[in-house]
């Protein structure tokens, strides 16, 4: 596991927690991260994503606005919803597209990228699937992907979303809007978890939900592995 630095378009770099920079051929995956950045949480589920066979890079995508890691406190969590709420989204897309480039001239890369998105970092994986040409995306209590359905007819690679019945940031009503929006594409498949709240997938935190963080995760490991099929 190290950090690497980055390098926008505009020259402007930002941080990357890259794990699983082995020498073996391996897919990339960009995991997004939560609104609080590349804390505890998430680097455990990048070194678990890297110890099953991926190049992972976590960028701080909130670079422009307030980089760095936020606690979970009341002013940790006002920071973080300030943040997210001035992140200019089409931006950042567009920022990762340096660490794509990045990833995929990788030698230790097998030429395939993927993403991963938690909570805010969902609405980003999504995009991900849209806009960087992503082949395998799994969003967990993924946020605003409701804002961006007019997108989902760009998906070409497969797409796996993941909804606890009592979010109160991700309402059903937007969930069955996502899947309206999906409509007959079989790439793309969607689970709700009955009493599973946002956040499920984080081990350590209130919000947690066992079976709703193993069962995504079992089907996150299915669709991602089909990038390993590249030569």
Not at 15 to 25: H, I, K
Not at 68 to 77: A, F, T, Y
Not at 198 to 213: C, D, L, R, V
Request: aromatic share 8%; glycine share 10%; charged share 25%.
């Amino acid at each position: 596991m190290s950090e690497i630095s980055v390098a926008a378009a505009d020259g402007k770099t930002f941080q990357v927690y890259l794990a699983g920079d082995a020498p073996s051929r391996r897919p990339a995956i960009i995991l997004f991260s939560p609104i609080f950045g590349i804390d505890a949480n998430v680097r455990e589920i990048a070194d678990r994503w890297a110890d099953r066979g991926y190049l992972v890079a976590v960028p701080d995508y909130f670079f422009r606005v307030l980089p760095g890691i936020l606690d979970r406190s009341e002013s940790g969590r006002k920071q973080a919803m300030d943040r997210w709420k001035q992140l200019d989204v089409g931006k950042t897309i567009e920022d990762m597209r340096a660490l794509k480039e990045t990833l995929l001239s990788n030698p230790h890369c097998n030429g395939k990228l993927g993403s991963l998105g938690y909570c805010a970092g969902g609405e980003l994986a999504f995009l991900a699937a849209t806009r960087l040409g992503a082949e395998a995306v799994a969003g967990f209590h993924a946020t605003r992907i409701n804002q961006h359905l007019s997108e989902a007819e760009r998906i070409v690679g497969r797409v796996t979303l993941h909804f606890g019945s009592n979010d109160n940031l991700v309402p059903l009503s937007q969930v069955d809007a996502i899947k309206a929006a999906v409509g007959s594409n079989t790439k793309v498949d969607i689970a709700v978890y009955d009493g599973a709240g946002h956040g499920f997938s984080f081990q350590g935190q209130p919000s947690y939900h066992a079976e709703a963080e193993s069962r995504s995760d079992e089907r996150a490991q299915a669709v991602l592995g089909t990038l390993k099929t590249a030569a």
